[in-house]
């Protein structure tokens, strides 16, 4: 089937490529010139395990990048949805563009499927509008679907082929038609609901997520005024067969976990206060962080901030992705407190984004003394011994063998 994939970005990349590698004649349109003519020349903009492989075996088959939309007779929209950091909720502009763009070139009968994680009732306000107002009927013309993708960034190819999907459609015949295109690779079960559903359960996952953290951050909080060990807590607690207490650590980060939570508090307020609570435990862990930076630095006689160092300034470990990451709300609330000076080292990241930063490891532990370990890279877990003689605070316990301070 001919596809056009709009939006190459950390999902609509991946799902391109494995669309062409499984058969389809694909078009990958992105807005961003640059990102199109590096694509066109081999280059992947992000890592992510295997995607170089899958792009090899996608432009041996049929698919092309490109600024433009191309007429087809599927369109899948992936493009981001951020929400207003003010009202909380969705910020729909690129999703309306997208779908204004395909009602420009599209034929009677093609598929539009939105891919891109939204809020309840998203598409019933803004998506069917632009359709209708372009004269089209919905269920008639063009059939609307929402098919969330669930891909864990850093495991992404495998996941697209291995997890479970959700379609979302008007009507079961269109469900089962978008169904056998996602069969054509993902090899789990695909569910066909309606739309509404589908928009409220990929939020649903993510947001039970971001509570259960929320809970573990929570709990770590306690342990800590009480002296007590909340790993060990946790250990003991998930032995239970229906216990499953999600990791405490620094914050939550990425484009996902942290972001559509937001959508549920923007649209139900007044109903959602677990749900704000969680958020906002979550958003208040990197300020615990500098709590416990500032404790043990009273405990070690330490007072020169420029002596202390951040390792890891993605959101979560073996990305090179920092949306949204606890270091950078770190950095932001320390900005807030007028305070500055921490060095900063991440072994993804080569390029300087940041003030302090460095990009070279061993420069970067001769100029500190004390050591957060924000992110658990597989590069700190192979290098833990250099961090001897380095006070550390290790704010996710993966150090194996150092003597460290923990949240
Ligand atoms: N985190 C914790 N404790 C944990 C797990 C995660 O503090 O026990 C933090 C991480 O360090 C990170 C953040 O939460 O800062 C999110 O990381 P993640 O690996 O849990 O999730 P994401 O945001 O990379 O991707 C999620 C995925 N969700 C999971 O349920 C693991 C993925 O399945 C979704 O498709 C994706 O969001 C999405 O696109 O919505």
């Known amino acids: 089937m001919e596809i056009n994939v709009i939006g190459l970005g950390y999902i609509g990349l991946p799902t391109a490529l494995m669309l062409a590698s499984s058969g389809h004649k694909i078009v990958g349109t992105d807005f961003n010139k640059k990102l199109v003519a590096s694509l066109?020349?081999?280059?992947?903009?992000?890592?992510?395990?295997?995607?170089?492989?899958?792009?090899?075996?996608?432009?041996?088959?049929?698919?092309?990048?490109?600024?433009?939309?191309?007429?087809?007779?599927?369109?899948?929209?992936?493009v981001p949805t951020p929400y207003i950091k003010a009202s909380k909720k969705i910020d729909p502009s690129y999703i309306i563009s997208a779908v204004k763009s395909v009602m420009e070139i599209c034929d009677k009968g093609a598929v539009v499927a939105i891919e891109s994680t939204v809020s309840p009732g998203t598409i019933d306000a803004f998506v069917r509008p632009i359709i209708q107002d372009k004269g089209f009927v919905l269920g008639e013309d063009i059939h609307l679907v929402h098919a969330p993708e669930r891909i864990l960034p850093g495991n992404m190819i495998y996941e697209l082929r291995h997890n479970s999907r959700t379609i979302g459609a008007d009507s079961v015949e269109v469900g089962e038609k978008v169904k056998a295109i996602y069969e054509s690779f993902c090899e789990s079960e695909i569910v066909i609901t309606d739309i509404r559903?589908?928009?409220?359960?990929?939020?649903?996952?993510?947001?039970?997520?971001?509570?259960?953290?929320?809970?573990?951050?929570?709990?770590t909080k306690i342990c800590r005024s009480d002296d007590l060990d909340v790993y060990e807590i946790i250990r003991i607690a998930n032995k239970h067969p229906r216990v499953n207490i999600l990791n405490p650590g620094p914050g939550v980060g990425g484009h996902c976990i942290s972001v559509d939570p937001w959508f549920l508090v923007g649209d139900y307020p007044g109903l959602t206060n677990l749900i704000l609570t969680a958020r906002h435990t979550n958003d208040s862990m990197p300020e615990f962080v500098l709590e416990r930076v500032n404790t043990i630095m009273k405990e070690k006689g330490m007072t020169d901030l420029s002596r202390v160092g951040i390792y890891g300034l993605t959101y979560k470990q073996d990305v090179d992705d920092v949306r949204e990451s606890p270091s950078l709300q770190l950095l932001e609330k320390m900005k807030e407190h007028l305070s500055s000076g921490l060095k900063v080292y991440d072994p993804m990241i080569d390029t300087i984004i940041i003030d302090n930063q460095y990009t070279n490891f061993e420069e970067f532990l001769s100029e500190v003394d004390l050591v957060i370990v924000m992110v658990s890279h597989t590069h700190i877990l192979n290098n833990e011994e250099k961090l001897a003689g380095k006070i550390i605070l290790d704010t996710q316990k993966v150090l194996k063998n150092s003597i460290v301070n923990y949240l």
């Open 40 to 78: 066109q020349n081999g280059r992947i903009p992000f890592e992510e395990i295997g995607i170089e492989e899958l792009y090899s075996e996608a432009i041996k088959k049929e698919i092309i990048f490109t600024s433009e939309y191309i007429k087809s007779s599927m369109y899948i929209i992936t």
């Open 197 to 219: 559903t589908a928009e409220m359960t990929k939020v649903v996952e993510n947001t039970f997520r971001d509570i259960n953290i929320a809970f573990a951050n929570e709990l």
